[in-house]
């Protein structure tokens, strides 16, 4: 009786020689002779069973169908592609089986010459097609439009103080925008809602449908990266005075309503807080003179959190009330927001913003209003040197597998009950050597065990493979590329395993509550801390993140006090082996040494990292790898069948990936030199044996997942994947 297997993936970096290693030539996609092609697995046309909602934490369409989306971000001047490249963008996203794109700040490179809040003619219609290409695959789109806008001198009469936020310039990409200031000003505001509620009104020519109409729209975002406890609303205020006295008069009313008087805010505050100011913020505050304005920068927030988590003195009410006015200010905008875009007919999901707000106090309040709004996102990276571009330096080459739960994966401490949870951008970045083991690290924990709905991993600049690992740019050569082996490669399989479920949703492990009446006053209830150093976030506190490796974690807002625990992982850590189960028996963790996890389930099995010359033995299936790090996944290719019903194995070998000439230096934590095209594989040795089946047949396919005509021989029930002689990241097994 044959048995079919279906899908094996390996990816690995050990340290053989530069000489050793493969050019990545990937081919054009031979539809009949294709064994990674995806196409059939993406339900065209996007939106046939309606519009995407939430019931409890779950997306479903309309007719109740369960969804997740495995998805890319598209950014900027890319969203307005020309027809050809839209057409080969969709086909190419489509093959890899990613079915949802993330159209990410395309507003500002399409904006009218004089207005703000339309685009251009052309530019519409080129993002239309794209739109009507990406339907048609069966691929649908969210929209995030806006990061820091740009008004326009047309704008003008509609602002405050336009001439202000002209003239704001903060030495980067976010000058002369409405970044921090639309939080709470009511004519930026406008100016955003009218710019979206534009978008959504635009009929699409291609589809004969408005956007708010086109259920292939799955989400609204009303802000990328921005928050009113972010320190850029400081930076901008700075800038801008009209808006400052505008939030100082705001803040005012606020306190007056609350405290009726000079006399009873002084005593409620202390007079250590009217010194305060005095020596922070060199301003003698007096309510009936409104010169209080409330601190934006998250930092001292967060150093009074620590403080009082420290126990010496409790957290002051003058910051607890000023977090709760800004916490207002934010869930009023979005309020706000969310009403005009629902006045639109707009049936999707609506999400707010995806940035953090430092620790504690102002990390929840920013979260509540994100999770009054609708499904939560957020943002996480890991990896790479300095600045946004590859070049020669210092960078951080750690695996994320060192410890379980940590880099992007730790975002997942900020999932919320009764909430959908989106990773709308992601990446491991460039040169960091094990980045590929980031893809599989989400699809199997995050988009697996815990149950997020949907990742977007950051970014699609090109519609097929870069030729650098970097974006292909003498001025600004990007280092977030998902167009390279070690992204878009691996999700032929993975895109398989996260829509046919293959990994169990773990059950819950840890609630933190989170009391909103406490909270307003500075109390968080537990201890945890959060750093942020630029685009990347860590985590630790009351719940370590290891427990992300063994079941699922989140928070819970809740009307009164419940205490938080700590969660009992004895159950599932071997702390002698350092070894984590997942509570689903599907997952283990083994940090004993550099780190690797074995995928154990039905439809998909595998190894991904520092395994070199281990024996895993996963049910009937053994893997011994000869690389120092690898990732292998076996799955298989039919939609509704285990790897035993299935008949096909498609097998995945990639390592580590590099630009021809890249340097490095001996410890392999400087870059030297960045390198040139084309992008170098280094080939995998893997001994794949399978108790009581028989291997048929081994074929070679190419980069592109195309058959070739050669073969590999079997031992019965053992085969050698060589990647030196094959040369090759792609084969197709066929056992009995």
Same mark, same amino acid.
């Given at each position: 009786?044959?048995?079919?297997?279906?899908?094996?993936?390996?990816?690995?970096?050990?340290?053989?020689?530069?000489?050793?290693?493969?050019?990545?030539?990937?081919?054009?996609?031979?539809?009949?002779?294709?064994?990674?092609?995806?196409?059939?697995?993406?339900?065209?046309?996007?939106?046939?069973?309606?519009?995407?909602?939430?019931?409890?934490?779950?997306?479903?369409?309309?007719?109740?169908?369960?969804?997740?989306?495995?998805?890319?971000?598209?950014?900027?001047?890319?969203?307005?592609?020309?027809?050809?490249?839209?057409?080969?963008?969709?086909?190419?996203?489509?093959?890899?089986?990613?079915?949802?794109?993330?159209?990410?700040?395309?507003?500002?490179?399409?904006?009218?010459?004089?207005?703000?809040?339309?685009?251009?003619?052309?530019?519409?219609?080129?993002?239309?097609?794209?739109?009507?290409?990406?339907?048609?695959?069966?691929?649908?789109?969210?929209?995030?439009?806006?990061?820091?806008?740009?008004?326009?001198?047309?704008?003008?009469?509609?602002?405050?103080?336009?001439?202000?936020?002209?003239?704001?310039?903060?030495?980067?990409?976010?000058?002369?925008?409405?970044?921090?200031?639309?939080?709470?000003?009511?004519?930026?505001?406008?100016?955003?809602?009218?710019?979206?509620?534009?978008?959504?009104?635009?009929?699409?020519?291609?589809?004969?449908?408005?956007?708010?109409?086109?259920?292939?729209?799955?989400?609204?975002?009303?802000?990328?990266?921005?928050?009113?406890?972010?320190?850029?609303?400081?930076?901008?205020?700075?800038?801008?005075?009209?808006?400052?006295?505008?939030?100082?008069?705001?803040?005012?009313?606020?306190? &007056?309503?609350? /405290?009726?008087?000079? !006399?009873?805010? *002084?005593? =409620?505050? $202390?007079?250590?807080? +009217?010194?305060?100011?005095?020596?922070?913020?060199?301003?003698?505050?007096?309510?009936?003179?409104?010169?209080?304005?409330?601190?934006?920068?998250?930092? &001292?927030?967060? /150093?009074?959190?620590? !403080?009082?988590? *420290?126990? =010496?003195? $409790?957290?002051?009410? +003058?910051?607890?009330?000023?977090?709760?006015?800004?916490?207002?200010?934010?869930?009023?905008?979005?309020?706000?927001?969310?009403?005009?875009?629902?006045?639109?007919?707009?049936?999707?999901?609506?999400?707010?913003?995806?940035?953090?707000? $430092?620790?504690?106090?102002?990390?929840?309040?920013?979260?509540?209003?994100?999770?009054?709004?609708?499904?939560?996102?957020?943002?996480?990276?890991?990896?790479?040197?300095?600045?946004?571009?590859?070049?020669?330096?210092?960078?951080?080459?750690?695996?994320?597998?060192?410890?379980?739960?940590?880099?992007?994966?730790?975002?997942?401490?900020?999932?919320?009950?009764?909430?959908?949870?989106?990773?709308?951008?992601?990446?491991?970045?460039?040169?960091?050597?094990?980045?590929?083991?980031?893809?599989?690290?989400?699809?199997?924990?995050?988009?697996?065990?815990?149950?997020?709905?949907?990742?977007?991993?950051?970014?699609?600049?090109?519609?097929?493979?870069?030729?650098?690992?970097?974006?292909?740019?003498?001025?600004?050569?990007?280092?977030?590329?998902?167009?390279?082996?070690?992204?878009?490669?691996?999700?032929?399989?993975?895109?398989?395993?996260?829509?046919?479920?293959?990994?169990?949703?773990?059950?819950?492990?840890?609630?933190?509550?989170?009391?909103?009446?406490?909270?307003?006053?500075?109390?968080?209830?537990?201890?945890?801390?959060?750093?942020?150093?630029?685009?990347?976030?860590?985590?630790?506190?009351?719940?370590?993140?290891?427990?992300?490796?063994?079941?699922?974690?989140?928070?819970?807002?809740?009307?009164?006090?419940?205490?938080?625990?700590?969660?009992?992982?004895?159950?599932?850590?071997?702390?002698?082996?350092?070894?984590?189960?997942?509570?689903?028996?599907?997952?283990?963790?083994?940090?004993?040494?550099?780190?690797?996890?074995?995928?154990?389930?039905?439809?998909?099995?595998?190894?991904?990292?520092?395994?070199?010359?281990?024996?895993?033995?996963?049910?009937?299936?053994?893997?011994?790898?000869?690389?120092?790090?690898?990732?292998?996944?076996?799955?298989?290719?039919?939609?509704?069948?285990?790897?035993?019903?299935?008949?096909?194995?498609?097998?995945?070998?990639?390592?580590?990936?590099?630009?021809?000439?890249?340097?490095?230096?001996?410890?392999?934590?400087?870059?030297?030199?960045?390198?040139?095209?084309?992008?170098?594989?280094?080939?995998?040795?893997?001994?794949?044996?399978?108790?009581?089946?028989?291997?048929?047949?081994?074929?070679?396919?190419?980069?592109?997942?195309?058959?070739?005509?050669?073969?590999?021989?079997?031992?019965?029930?053992?085969?050698?994947?060589?990647?030196?002689?094959?040369?090759?990241?792609?084969?197709?097994?066929?056992?009995?």
């Amino acid at each position: 009786m044959k048995t079919v297997f279906a899908f094996f993936l390996i990816i690995s970096g050990c340290y053989a020689q530069t000489n050793d290693w493969f050019v990545f030539k990937p081919e054009k996609v031979i539809a009949e002779r294709n064994v990674i092609r995806m196409n059939d697995w993406l339900d065209a046309p996007a939106g046939k069973y309606g519009f995407v909602k939430f019931d409890g934490e779950k997306l479903i369409f309309s007719d109740r169908t369960p969804v997740k989306f495995w998805g890319v971000n598209i950014s900027g001047n890319s969203v307005f592609t020309d027809k050809k490249s839209a057409e080969q963008w969709s086909e190419t996203l489509a093959n890899y089986g990613v079915n949802s794109v993330r159209f990410h700040k395309f507003t500002t490179p399409g904006m009218q010459d004089s207005i703000s809040t339309d685009l251009k003619d052309e530019k519409y219609n080129r993002m239309d097609y794209f739109s009507s290409k990406l339907k048609g695959k069966g691929i649908y789109y969210g929209w995030s439009p806006i990061y820091g806008h740009l008004p326009k001198i047309g704008d003008k009469d509609d602002l405050l103080a336009y001439n202000e936020i002209a003239a704001a310039d903060l030495n980067n990409h976010l000058s002369r925008s409405t970044i921090g200031l639309v939080n709470f000003s009511e004519d930026l505001q406008n100016l955003h809602s009218k710019l979206i509620l534009n978008l959504l009104d635009h009929k699409n020519p291609y589809t004969g449908l408005r956007y708010a109409d086109d259920p292939a729209l799955i989400f609204v975002e009303i802000q990328n990266e921005d928050d009113i406890y972010f320190a850029t609303t400081e930076s901008m205020l700075k800038k801008c005075p009209t808006y400052k006295k505008l939030l100082n008069n705001q803040f005012s009313d606020w306190l &007056i309503n609350k /405290y009726r008087n000079q !006399e009873n805010l *002084k005593k =409620s505050w $202390g007079t250590k807080a +009217f010194e305060w100011g005095k020596e922070v913020k060199g301003v003698s505050w007096d309510l009936n003179k409104k010169n209080i304005i409330p601190v934006v920068n998250h930092g &001292i927030y967060n /150093y009074e959190f620590i !403080e009082a988590q *420290k126990g =010496s003195k $409790g957290f002051p009410l +003058f910051l607890a009330d000023m977090a709760s006015f800004l916490f207002e200010k934010q869930k009023e905008y979005y309020v706000k927001l969310k009403t005009k875009i629902r006045a639109t007919g707009y049936k999707g999901l609506i999400l707010s913003s995806n940035w953090q707000a $430092g620790s504690g106090i102002t990390h929840y309040l920013n979260l509540y209003a994100d999770y009054l709004t609708g499904m939560i996102d957020r943002h996480n990276y890991y990896g790479g040197g300095t600045g946004h571009t590859l070049k020669p330096g210092k960078f951080n080459n750690d695996s994320m597998l060192q410890k379980p739960g940590s880099g992007l994966l730790s975002t997942g401490m900020q999932q919320v009950s009764d909430r959908p949870f989106s990773f709308s951008e992601w990446l491991s970045i460039p040169p960091n050597e094990w980045r590929a083991e980031a893809a599989p690290i989400i699809a199997a924990y995050g988009m697996g065990l815990q149950g997020w709905d949907a990742s977007f991993s950051f970014n699609s600049e090109t519609p097929d493979f870069t030729p650098t690992i970097q974006i292909p740019n003498k001025i600004w050569p990007g280092v977030y590329n998902v167009m390279t082996p070690s992204n878009l490669s691996l999700y032929p399989a993975l895109a398989r395993m996260i829509y046919r479920n293959d990994i169990k949703e773990g059950a819950v492990i840890s609630t933190r509550f989170i009391d909103i009446k406490n909270l307003n006053t500075g109390k968080l209830g537990f201890n945890e801390t959060i750093e942020q150093q630029g685009d990347v976030k860590t985590f630790q506190g009351i719940v370590p993140t290891e427990a992300l490796a063994a079941g699922k974690i989140l928070v819970t807002f809740t009307d009164q006090f419940k205490k938080t625990h700590d969660p009992d992982l004895s159950t599932f850590r071997d702390l002698k082996k350092k070894i984590i189960r997942s509570n689903t028996d599907q997952l283990l963790w083994d940090y004993s040494d550099k780190g690797f996890i074995t995928i154990n389930s039905p439809g998909t099995k595998g190894v991904v990292g520092f395994s070199k010359e281990k024996e895993i033995v996963l049910d009937y299936i053994s893997i011994k790898i000869k690389n120092t790090f690898a990732i292998v996944l076996l799955t298989s290719l039919d939609k509704g069948k285990s790897i035993k019903e299935s008949k096909h194995i498609l097998v995945i070998t990639l390592a580590r990936a590099k630009n021809k000439g890249m340097k490095f230096n001996s410890d392999k934590t400087k870059l030297l030199e960045v390198g040139e095209a084309p992008i170098l594989l280094e080939p995998v040795h893997v001994e794949l044996t399978f108790k009581d089946h028989k291997i048929i047949e081994t074929t070679i396919l190419d980069h592109a997942g195309n058959r070739t005509d050669r073969r590999i021989k079997a031992h019965r029930n053992r085969v050698l994947l060589d990647g030196n002689q094959y040369k090759t990241i792609y084969y197709e097994m066929t056992i009995k």
